[in-house]
């Protein structure tokens, strides 16, 4: 199992090899957005990963594509929903403020 820690919101929690940031963001209810439902064809999804990116599968060139179109990329940056954990061991990440947005466009009861 590999623990996933979203740092702003202070949760966490494990999942196995195979599974991606967005499904362990899905897990915890962690606020990052899926207007495309994780299918690699929005940038909803962009997260900061801030440590534990060498247990992540490497981008691919239609990550980077949709990449390209999203709001302040950065060396870390992913898309939660091609980053599949390949390695167990502890993944740090950042949910964008793209990414937050988008969530709370998705899920307007999640306001309060």
């Known amino acids: 199992m590999t623990r ?13 090899v195979g599974k991606s940031i967005l499904e362990a963001a899905r897990q915890v209810h962690a606020p990052e957005g899926d207007a495309c439902g994780g ?5 909803t999804c ?5 440590q534990g990116a060498e247990l992540l599968s490497p981008a691919e060139e239609s990550e980077e594509d949709i990449l390209d179109k999203a709001f302040d990329v950065r060396i870390n940056s992913r898309l939660g929903c091609q980053a599949k954990i390949r390695r167990e061991g502890t993944i740090l990440v950042r949910i964008s403020q793209e990414s ?3 969530y709370a466009n998705e899920h307007p009861e999640a306001k309060g």
């Open 4 to 16: 996933v820690r979203f740092i702003d919101q202070d949760l966490e929690t494990e999942v196995p």
């Open 39 to 43: 299918v690699c064809a929005c940038s």
């Open 46 to 50: 962009h997260v900061y990963v801030e």
């Open 100 to 102: 937050l947005a988008a």
